[in-house]
């Protein structure tokens, strides 16, 4: 979409700025490109993927030890055999079954906000990347205008040389500049491949199968107050699984003190004496003598791994403020800038280039004050999308830490 108020040229330029036309009818949308990207992207399904089998964990969590039947027999004669067969049944102690299901909850919970936070990073990448293509097409239509500037000035430059109102120079020097244009323009077209690459990729698209991309570039992307921003960090995904980790390091080292209690195994059965004619109970109870092996290995290290997910998520929290804070300060750059060219820069810049071209027309100027108009002009425009990037890419960044 073109910048409705982009004062990018004069009037008398705009027809420059016109991309040509593309093969593909619809350009691709915001909504379009969020779409493909959670249908089609590998990461993304990994982490639904593992969301799910964490579900799976927690159901084998809860499930109770099978028993086991055991049939022996101690003599290969009919007549003297004796025929036993028990069945065991194993009791877990010491609350083992509770603190695995408690452990694969939380597992559970933290699948379910990397989940989210991956959501979130995706939704970010796809806006970034997404509006990146769409500065790249504005920064094609600058490039293609500015060669048009070039090719205006070289005629123009051509006339007066032999009109014999200026020097040769002046129109040699119109050809350096109509080649750095060039060079320019070609340069964005490979920008503009590269951003609608990088986009494709999202959904797994390595040769792009979109012309163009949808942005609308003439609002600039808000945020809200940094009071509102620092409240919302406190729920986002990655914060909270941070928090969940710390509970599951805890719940863990409950699992491992559990198992510091031996499991009973209680058998009962029936043994069929032949010899003696008659069938014997049998019963029997099994408990493991915690002698030498008391788990304590094991609740060292999951205490140690307990304190280290207080660490984690103490150096989590201060790294997601830090980087808010530097994407929030970015973000307000750009905008700033974005609006000061847009407002200040580029009218007063294009304003300069036409009255230098008339002025040359007229033989008041000479070349080099045109072709410094239209430099400053084409270093304008070349600033203000690059901080329309910087605005959109700092926005998506705020996005991401907070898991919107």
Same mark, same amino acid.
């Given at each position: 979409?073109?910048?409705?108020?982009?004062?990018?040229?004069?009037?008398?330029? &705009?027809?420059?700025?016109?991309?040509?036309?593309?093969?593909?009818?619809?350009?691709?949308?915001?909504?379009?490109?969020?779409?493909?990207?959670?249908?089609?992207?590998?990461?993304? %399904?990994?982490?639904?993927?593992? &969301?799910?089998?964490?579900?799976?964990?927690?159901?084998?969590?809860?499930?109770?030890?099978?028993?086991?039947?055991?049939?022996?027999?101690?003599?290969?004669?009919?007549?003297?055999?004796?025929?036993?067969?028990?069945?065991?049944?194993?009791?877990?102690?010491?609350?083992?079954?509770?603190?695995?299901?408690?452990?694969?909850?939380?597992?559970?919970?933290?699948?379910?906000?990397?989940?989210?936070?991956?959501?979130?990073?995706?939704?970010?990448?796809?806006?970034? @990347?997404?509006?990146? @293509?769409?500065?790249?097409?504005?920064?094609? #239509?600058?490039?293609?205008?500015?060669?048009?500037?070039?090719?205006?000035? +070289?005629?123009?430059?051509?006339?007066?040389?032999?009109?014999?109102?200026?020097?040769?120079?002046?129109?040699?020097? $119109?050809?350096?500049?109509?080649?750095?244009?060039?060079?320019?323009?070609?340069?964005?077209? %490979?920008?503009?491949?590269?951003?609608?690459?990088? +986009?494709?990729?999202?959904?797994?698209?390595?040769?792009?199968?979109?012309?163009?991309?949808?942005?609308?570039?003439?609002?600039?992307? !808000?945020?809200?107050?940094?009071?509102?921003?620092?409240?919302?960090?406190?729920?986002?995904?990655?914060?909270?699984?941070?928090?969940?980790?710390?509970?599951?390091?805890?719940? !863990?080292?409950?699992?491992?003190?559990?198992?510091?209690?031996?499991?009973?195994?209680?058998?009962?059965?029936?043994?069929?004496?032949?010899?003696?004619?008659?069938?014997?109970?049998?019963?029997?109870?099994?408990?493991?003598?915690?002698?030498? /092996?008391?788990?304590?290995?094991?609740?060292?290290?999951?205490?140690?791994?307990?304190?280290?997910?207080?660490?984690?998520?103490?150096?989590?929290?201060?790294?997601?403020?830090?980087?808010?804070?530097?994407?929030?300060?970015?973000? /307000?750059?750009?905008?700033?800038?974005?609006?000061?060219?847009?407002? $200040?820069?580029?009218?007063?810049?294009?304003? %300069?280039?036409?009255?230098?071209?008339?002025?040359?027309?007229?033989?008041?100027?000479?070349?080099?004050?045109?072709?410094?108009?239209?430099?400053?002009?084409?270093?304008?425009?070349?600033?203000?999308?690059?901080?329309?990037?910087?605005?959109? !890419?700092?926005?998506?960044?705020?996005?991401?830490?907070?898991? #919107?």
């Amino acid at each position: 979409m073109r910048l409705s108020v982009l004062p990018l040229a004069v009037a008398a330029l &705009a027809a420059a700025f016109a991309l040509p036309a593309r093969t593909e009818a619809q350009p691709l949308t915001l909504e379009r490109a969020m779409s493909a990207a959670f249908d089609n992207n590998p990461g993304f %399904a990994a982490a639904r993927n593992e &969301a799910a089998a964490s579900e799976g964990q927690l159901t084998q969590a809860g499930v109770l030890p099978n028993p086991s039947l055991e049939v022996s027999v101690d003599d290969t004669q009919k007549a003297t055999r004796t025929t036993t067969t028990m069945l065991s049944v194993p009791i877990e102690t010491g609350g083992k079954r509770g603190a695995r299901i408690k452990a694969a909850g939380l597992s559970r919970d933290i699948a379910q906000r990397d989940l989210a936070a991956a959501r979130a990073g995706l939704r970010s990448a796809v806006i970034a @990347a997404f509006f990146e @293509a769409a500065v790249a097409q504005e920064a094609v #239509r600058v490039a293609r205008g500015n060669m048009d500037i070039a090719n205006s000035a +070289l005629r123009l430059a051509d006339r007066r040389v032999a009109a014999g109102k200026a020097p040769p120079l002046e129109s040699s020097k $119109a050809q350096v500049e109509l080649a750095n244009a060039r060079i320019e323009a070609r340069t964005a077209d %490979a920008t503009l491949e590269a951003a609608r690459r990088k +986009l494709g990729l999202l959904w797994g698209n390595a040769q792009p199968d979109f012309d163009s991309v949808d942005g609308k570039l003439d609002a600039l992307p !808000q945020r809200g107050s940094l009071d509102e921003l620092s409240a919302a960090l406190g729920d986002a995904p990655l914060m909270q699984g941070g928090r969940l980790a710390v509970d599951l390091g805890r719940a !863990q080292l409950e699992v491992e003190k559990s198992k510091r209690y031996p499991d009973i195994t209680l058998s009962a059965g029936v043994a069929r004496d032949n010899e003696a004619g008659r069938n014997k109970a049998q019963l029997g109870v099994s408990i493991p003598l915690p002698l030498f /092996d008391r788990n304590q290995g094991n609740v060292y290290a999951a205490t140690m791994q307990a304190y280290k997910a207080q660490d984690t998520y103490r150096e989590l929290a201060a790294r997601l403020t830090g980087d808010l804070l530097q994407a929030v300060s970015q973000f /307000d750059l750009a905008v700033g800038s974005a609006r000061e060219y847009r407002g $200040a820069v580029l009218p007063g810049a294009a304003q %300069a280039y036409d009255a230098a071209r008339k002025g040359f027309e007229a033989g008041k100027f000479g070349f080099l004050e045109v072709l410094d108009a239209q430099r400053t002009l084409s270093q304008g425009n070349i600033a203000y999308l690059t901080a329309l990037a910087s605005a959109y !890419q700092a926005s998506a960044e705020i996005d991401r830490i907070l898991g #919107r």
